[in-house]
């Protein structure tokens, strides 16, 4: 078993709608979550950032995490073609182990006009 | 500009042949990390760097060699390339040491036949 899982989709939307991208992961010793977007043929950038359980919003983003259900989200609101991407949760232990990131495998996201 | 740079970004080589991917950073990155991106598994990390001098293993450090002596570079090795390092490669760096918030390269698209 991965210790990350995400789905890889095709996922393909509309715009305007509200996205749901999720990860679930098997080690609990991850603190630190993060998500990346990454267009074709680029490399990845960071979208969010946040520690430990709880909500963190950034515009039309919002990031969740759930300790206690291993499970990460990140919804996107009022999504735009330009959101068109592949979407790569990433996760860090922290401790003696914090430069150590897992990625899931992403999620290829498509908003169509 | 603030950027992380990698050559080549292309290579064909043949198997055994030793190479070097370079990856060099201009924004005093404390962190540096190596990874690797294959369909159906997502990115994974090879080795990253807290510091100069200071190098660890990632999920797949085998057939692969790094080294940081200086804080701006951190190369990839492959000594003796097989088919199975075929893959797309990208070095990243972080202002943290602990690795949050990385900058990716443009990638380095490598085929060993």
């Known amino acids: 078993q991965k210790e990350v899982e995400q789905d890889p989709g095709p996922l393909s939307v509309p715009e305007g709608a509200i996205v749901s991208l999720n990860c679930t992961y098997s080690n609990s010793a991850f603190q630190y979550f993060m998500w990346y977007r990454q267009y074709s043929r680029k490399g990845p950038e960071l979208l969010m950032y946040?520690?430990?359980?709880g909500n963190k919003e950034d515009g039309r983003f919002t990031a969740q995490v759930d300790k206690s259900s291993k499970y990460i989200s990140l919804f996107i609101r009022d999504s735009q073609p330009s959101d068109s991407a592949t979407y790569l949760c990433?996760?860090?232990?922290?401790?003696?182990?914090?430069?150590?990131?897992?990625f899931g495998q992403g999620t290829i996201l498509t908003v169509h006009p | 500009e603030a950027q992380v740079t990698q050559n080549p970004r292309y290579l064909i080589t043949v198997t055994g042949k030793k190479l070097t991917v370079t990856c060099s950073q201009n924004?005093?990155?404390?962190?540096m990390s190596w990874y690797r991106q294959d369909p159906g598994l997502g990115l994974r990390q090879i080795y990253y760097?807290?510091?100069?001098?200071?190098?660890d293993k990632g999920d797949v450090p085998e057939g692969y060699k790094v080294s940081r002596k200086e804080k701006r570079n951190f190369p990839l090795i492959l000594e003796s390339p097989s088919p199975n390092q075929t893959s797309l490669y990208f070095c990243?760096?972080?202002?943290?040491?602990?690795?949050?918030?990385?900058?990716f390269g443009p990638g380095t698209r490598l085929t060993v036949t």
């Open positions: 924004m005093n990155h404390e962190y």
């Open positions: 990433a996760m860090s232990p922290g401790g003696t182990s914090y430069g150590k990131l897992t």
């Open positions: 946040t520690y430990s359980s």
């Open positions: 990243a760096s972080s202002l943290s040491s602990r690795g949050y918030e990385q900058y």
């Open positions: 760097s807290m510091n100069v001098e200071v190098t």
